[in-house]
């Protein structure tokens, strides 16, 4: 939203910083006994009106407080949020213990996920790292009933990707095979993007084909072929907006998940390496994560090998705090295979 006062400003991130620590809806009365705001509680009621008015607040009962909607969260991290750092104390222990740890990467993405989840108070996730980008070698479709398609992605390595597609009109096995070849022939060796630039000169069909094939090497470009380490899954049960509710255990099932974890890695982290990309309440595009957040970075050597890390938690999360765990985990596992490998 454009246009907050000051105050309201203000305002919401106090609401924030609440809620964050109790749990409980935020009320005028609170807000001016714990700040001496110099206004009155009317004043603060108005200005609370009009941010849940404008959808960054909500409240559950008329005469009740009250508690930050998705939209106040984003508005909170993209605009309020001033960007914080760990406790010295803090980071020198993470280092030491980064230090101790043996010259080994599958060290490193264990402790990494330990760390996370202690210094965050969430689960955490952490890929490890892979050392080129996806490379397509070969494409199958085969017919299976009336419009609906099963294609199959081979990527250099042996990696296998399929999905089901339901094409716009039927296409005979004969012709979807003639389609594969030559989409084969003509990006065989070339990375996701090198594919998408083979685009123009394909029939519709062919097209479109071509860029699912490059979202699903973006995709695997996002998320290492490797394992991926968790550590902290308790930690998000404990959150009492979890604690009779199914939400939580069906977004920490989807950790589980290669596919879902390469869509949304793939759409919300940026390329750069240590850049925090923050996911709150699925940002419109993932129901799992409706009542969640993700903050991820990406860490390693540039052009030599990167992967991922991140925490997940309730929207009610610490995010200065998580942010700032995230920034240095991430920075010190890139330090670490600069020296290691890269340098």
Not at 73 to 90: G, I
Not at 100 to 108: F, G, L, N, S, Y
Not at 225 to 240: C, R
Request: proline share 2%.
């Amino acid at each position: 939203m454009e246009g907050l006062t000051d105050r309201q400003e203000t305002i919401l991130a106090l609401i924030i910083h609440e809620f964050v620590e109790s749990g409980e809806a935020i009320g005028s009365k609170t807000l001016l006994e714990r700040y001496g705001l110099s206004v009155s509680t009317a004043t603060i009621r108005n200005e609370m009106s009009a941010l849940t008015h404008a959808g960054l607040l909500r409240q559950l009962h008329t005469s009740g407080g009250r508690t930050p909607t998705e939209d106040g969260y984003r508005y909170f991290v993209r605009r309020l949020l001033t960007e914080t750092d760990l406790p010295s104390d803090e980071k020198r222990l993470i280092s030491h213990q980064f230090y101790q740890a043996r010259a080994d990467v599958d060290e490193w993405v264990r402790l990494a996920a330990s760390v996370l989840a202690q210094h965050s108070r969430a689960a955490s996730l952490v890929t490890t790292p892979h050392t080129a980008r996806a490379v397509f070698k070969h494409l199958e479709l085969i017919s299976t009933q009336g419009r609906q398609v099963l294609m199959v992605i081979v990527l250099q390595g042996g990696d296998v990707r399929q999905q089901m597609l339901t094409l716009a009109e039927v296409f005979d096995q004969e012709h979807l095979s003639q389609t594969a070849e030559h989409i084969t022939a003509g990006c065989g060796g070339r990375d996701a993007e090198g594919v998408s630039g083979q685009a123009p000169s394909f029939s519709d069909l062919g097209r479109e084909l071509i860029r699912l094939i490059a979202d699903v090497m973006s995709r695997a470009d996002a998320v290492s072929s490797g394992e991926i380490y968790h550590d902290g899954l308790a930690n998000v049960l404990t959150h009492p907006e979890f604690a009779q509710s199914d939400s939580a255990r069906q977004a920490l099932r989807l950790l589980e998940e290669r596919s879902f974890l390469e869509e949304v890695m793939a759409k919300a982290l940026s390329p750069g390496i240590g850049s925090v990309q923050v996911v709150i309440g699925g940002e419109g595009a993932w129901e799992e994560l409706r009542d969640c957040s993700m903050v991820l970075a990406r860490y390693g050597a540039a052009g030599f090998a990167t992967g991922a890390l991140g925490v997940l938690g309730p929207t009610r999360m610490a995010y200065g705090r998580t942010i700032s765990a995230v920034r240095y985990v991430a920075g010190l596992m890139s330090d670490l295979m600069v020296e290691a490998y890269a340098g």
